[in-house]
């Protein structure tokens, strides 16, 4: 148990298994989409983590910027012609720039208040999706167009046929996200938003701009999980408004609570539950959320601090 | 000129008048001790100098410049630090990891995403020298919450001290602490200021600690300056002695 709550040894152990994971995943079950499925809400889970987990600020409205580099990859292929990589950028930019936006408008607000509104401009992208027929496609979503093969230099990736090189190409970009997000967890810049969830007025008193870093923190965090809704459109190649909506927001929240949102990989732990649970049991009923219901109900009474916080000590930072 | 000047401060929450009209003038070097009854109005005129409250009417000069319309954070960056009557710090934290925030603050590192090789090492030798002088070293790597009020008090100090200020405000630094500790709270402010030369303003409600730091006295009473001297003029000062004996002079 103890060695299971040491950071490098968490991390050991997710790489080794992530690099497995179409390889053991039939054998719980599952099959390779489930796999990346996993990766890509895993990693819209971390990154709403970067902000609530590590900064102390709850967002509710986090599909808004997956949905917009869902959007954004889907339609920069569609009515583009980009390739996969260009249109993993336009989705980043198109959730990251209106999150900088968006940032700018809400910073000064805090808990509840913070968490309200961000749902109300999330449900702003959702219904400008759903009506906007003529350019999303509305509720049919956005369709007739898919993912094209990746260049890599001395060759393709067949990212379309082939779903376990699809599954390789999005772990590439997840642990190059991930690395990033604990990079800068563990930087200079990183410690004054840990200092921010600690105590607000210390930070004030220590001259740090709270509502500088928190923009910046919540810019940061939509830039990771717009990359996540990215590589969701390319995977499904599908985008529809659902992706925007709250109840995805709720979701991510979900997730993040349900890993452990102190703890650096809880979320994906959570994310993998949700994912898992939500595949197995919406075969058996339509109602499978009342069963991750019950289940995160009795995760939040028996265990507070997530699945992972369960392997003992706190984590740092 | 003066480090630190309180033009006519006042400050109201709708009819109640906190702070009236009370002036102040702290040299460079010096210990002021700001005193007075309780709901004098010491700690709202606290935090108009350090900017958590903003005056309803005059100004606070800091080092020639008016910094009334400044926010907290810039007055740190103009080199004032305070610690709070309850004590503010980051209880999940270590000691050390509590020191490191505002010493890479202090670094100019607040935005940097990478600590940059060779800044790594003055930062390290800074903690550990702030460690040393809060006399934490037996606990550096245990969470502040966990630590006695006196060490957390200790260890927000340091907290201030770490971003290199001129003006350090202290709130009640010995509040709700037993004989030993404010015995080691007061040596240590003591030492600040003797030996560092740092300009230190503190509230204090323990006289002992007051007639034994401050090279002068402000006394405050029902939002009003009542008094200023040296520690001896203050003890003679009939005024003084009316306040907080409660009688009418």
């Known amino acids: ?317 | 000129m003066s480090l630190l000047e309180i033009r006519s401060a006042s400050k109201s929450f709708g009819s109640l008048l906190a702070v009236d009209d009370v002036s102040l003038t702290v040299e460079a070097g010096e210990l002021h001790a700001i005193i007075g009854p309780n709901g004098a109005g010491k700690t709202t005129f606290f935090n108009l100098i350090s900017g958590l409250l903003k005056p309803t009417a005059g100004h606070v000069i800091f080092e020639g410049k008016d910094v009334t319309d400044r926010k907290p954070a810039d007055r740190v960056g103009l080199g004032m630090a305070r610690t709070f009557q309850i004590t503010e710090i980051f209880p999940e934290l270590t000691v050390r990891e509590n020191i490191r925030i505002p010493v890479e603050a202090a670094a100019g590192l607040k935005l940097s995403p990478w600590m940059p090789s060779h800044t790594g090492d003055t930062v390290a030798t800074r903690i550990d020298e702030l460690v040393r002088m809060g006399e934490l070293a037996g606990m550096a790597d245990r969470l502040v919450g966990e630590l006695s009020h006196g060490d957390q008090r200790s260890t927000e100090i340091m907290m201030a001290l770490a971003l290199n200020p001129r003006l350090l405000l202290l709130d009640e630094p010995t509040a709700g602490m037993g004989d030993q500790e404010t015995y080691s709270i007061s040596r240590l402010i003591r030492r600040l200021h003797r030996d560092k030369g740092l300009t230190i303003v503190l509230i204090e409600h323990d006289m002992r600690v007051v007639f034994n730091l401050a090279d002068r006295i402000s006394v405050l009473d029902r939002g009003r300056r009542l008094a200023e001297g040296d520690p001896k003029e203050i003890a003679a000062n009939a005024a003084v002695q009316a306040a907080y004996l409660g009688k009418t002079v």
């Open chain 1, 1 to 317: 148990m103890k060695a299971a709550a040491n950071p490098t040894v968490q991390t050991f152990l997710v790489c080794i298994l992530l690099l497995a994971m179409p390889y053991w995943m039939p054998f719980v079950g599952g099959y390779t989409e489930l796999s990346i499925r996993i990766l890509v809400l895993g990693l819209a889970a971390m990154a709403v983590n970067f902000l609530l987990g590590f900064t102390g600020v709850l967002s509710f409205g986090h599909a808004a910027y997956f949905g917009l580099g869902a959007y954004g990859a889907g339609m920069a292929i569609k009515y583009f012609d980009f390739g996969t990589p260009l249109a993993i950028l336009a989705g980043a930019l198109a959730g990251t720039v209106a999150a900088a936006v968006v940032g700018r408008l809400i910073i000064h607000l805090r808990g509840v208040y913070f968490a309200m509104v961000t749902i109300a401009f999330g449900q702003v992208f959702y219904f400008i999706a759903f009506r906007w027929h003529s350019v999303t496609g509305g509720d049919d979503g956005l369709t007739n167009w898919h993912r094209m093969p990746l260049d890599i230099g001395f060759g393709q990736l067949d990212i379309l046929g082939n779903d376990k090189a699809l599954y390789y190409a999005v772990l590439a970009i997840f642990l190059a996200a991930v690395a990033a997000m604990a990079k800068l967890i563990h930087s200079p810049f990183g410690r004054t938003l840990v200092a921010i969830r600690e105590n607000e007025r210390r930070a004030r008193f220590l001259g740090i701009n709270v509502e500088r870093h928190v923009w910046l923190s919540f810019v940061i965090s939509c830039f990771f999980v717009s990359v996540a809704g990215a590589l969701f459109a390319l995977l499904n190649n599908f985008v529809d408004p659902r992706v925007l909506r709250w109840d995805l927001s709720g979701n991510l929240v979900i997730m993040v609570v349900l890993g452990g949102m102190r703890s650096f990989w809880g979320p994906l732990v959570g994310a993998a539950l949700f994912v898992v649970l939500q595949d197995y049991v919406s075969s058996m009923t339509e109602n499978w959320m009342s069963f991750v219901g019950i289940f995160f109900v009795l995760v939040v009474l028996f265990f507070p601090r997530g699945v992972l916080g369960l392997v003992g000590a706190r984590s740092r930072p």
